[in-house]
């Protein structure tokens, strides 16, 4: 029989007033969001940071789209289900799950309690804390959507940008697990990480010019673009020609469809989407040890301003999680 829970009225939520500085995060009381239609009411236990929080936080990334304040920012989530979408829903009270939002469509993970669609949750991988779960969602489905998108495969020679970040060392992983030749760049303190999680070369960007080491690359998966040192423009000088470009960071290049046409390159962005299924195909290689999660650094809730303060510096290996409850 499912579990019981009785809940409360508010609960304690990060939230934001207005946006600006990582300082205008502070704790709050917040009535607990209601659920809608296939929705599941799930009780954070931690909270996966992504730059997309940061970048909204500051009035970039998706601050647009918020329609009113307070508001709650965070996207994925690691918890238990408190009540189920319905009576026979295979997510029931009890289970332990992880998933991602859409903030600000939605209230967000950095709270206590999350309501999210039952399409883009499901059964957290036993093998991984909270903690560890929180950091998967956006992360690896982002990296997994890129890899595939590029169409890693064996033979394939694929370079990967910031391999040592988030969405990076998902990246590497992926396309190794596809059979893909992985080179990625990072920092001097990230090589043997990335040698570690499988990358067949690794170029340390402060050090060496990517392009004068790797040529004909049938696809480069683009977690930078032209903000850092034309990092973009000189990714497609080491494609092949008709070589494909895939880009995360949105904004980062606003002329990258016409740069890549004009060097006889293909270029495309790629935007997330929270699929249940296909984070099931991850859980399966999270949960064989295939892939794993690599965790930076857990911060308390209260200290979520730290945590954005640090994202923002730009040199976090792997994730950053909040623990919530």
Do not use: C
């Not at 969405?167 to 697990?177: L, M, S």
């Not at 067949?200 to 790797?214: C, H, K």
Request: charged residues 20%.
């Amino acid at each position: 029989m499912a579990t019981e829970y009785e809940l409360p009225e508010t609960m304690r939520a990060l939230i934001i007033d207005e946006t600006g500085a990582p300082e205008v995060l502070h704790l709050a009381e917040r009535p607990l969001p209601r659920q809608i239609s296939d929705e599941v009411l799930i009780k954070v236990v931690a909270a996966g940071l992504n730059p997309i929080d940061a970048k909204t936080r500051a009035g970039k990334g998706v601050a647009a789209a918020i329609q009113s304040y307070p508001t709650i920012l965070g996207n994925d989530f690691s918890g238990i289900v408190v009540r189920a979408a319905f009576e026979a829903s295979p997510l029931q009270p009890g289970d332990a799950v992880y998933g991602m939002g859409r903030v600000p469509r939605t209230s967000g993970s950095f709270a206590e309690y999350v309501s999210v669609s039952s399409m883009s949750v499901t059964h957290k991988p036993a093998r991984l804390s909270h903690a560890e779960a929180a950091a998967v969602p956006i992360a690896a489905l982002t990296a997994w959507g890129m890899v595939k998108l590029a169409g890693a495969a064996p033979g394939q020679r694929m370079l990967v940008h910031a391999g040592s970040g988030g969405v990076g060392h998902f990246a590497v992983q992926f396309a190794r697990v596809l059979g893909a030749h992985v080179t990625a760049t990072a920092s001097t303190r990230n090589l043997d990480f990335l040698r570690e999680l499988g990358a067949d070369e690794v170029i340390d960007y402060s050090t060496t010019r990517f392009e004068d080491v790797v040529h004909d690359l049938d696809s480069v998966i683009d977690l930078i673009g032209n903000v850092h040192d034309n990092t973009g423009t000189r990714s497609l000088a080491a494609l092949r020609p008709g070589g494909l470009l895939v880009n995360a960071p949105t904004g980062s290049w606003p002329t990258m469809a016409a740069d890549a046409a004009a060097v006889g390159r293909r270029a495309t962005g790629f935007k997330v989407s929270p699929d249940a299924r296909t984070l099931d195909e991850i859980s399966a290689l999270l949960s064989s040890g295939t892939v794993r999660v690599h965790v930076d650094s857990v911060f308390e809730l209260a200290d979520g301003a730290a945590a954005h303060r640090l994202l923002e510096e730009g040199h976090t290996r792997g994730k950053i999680v909040l623990r919530v409850s």
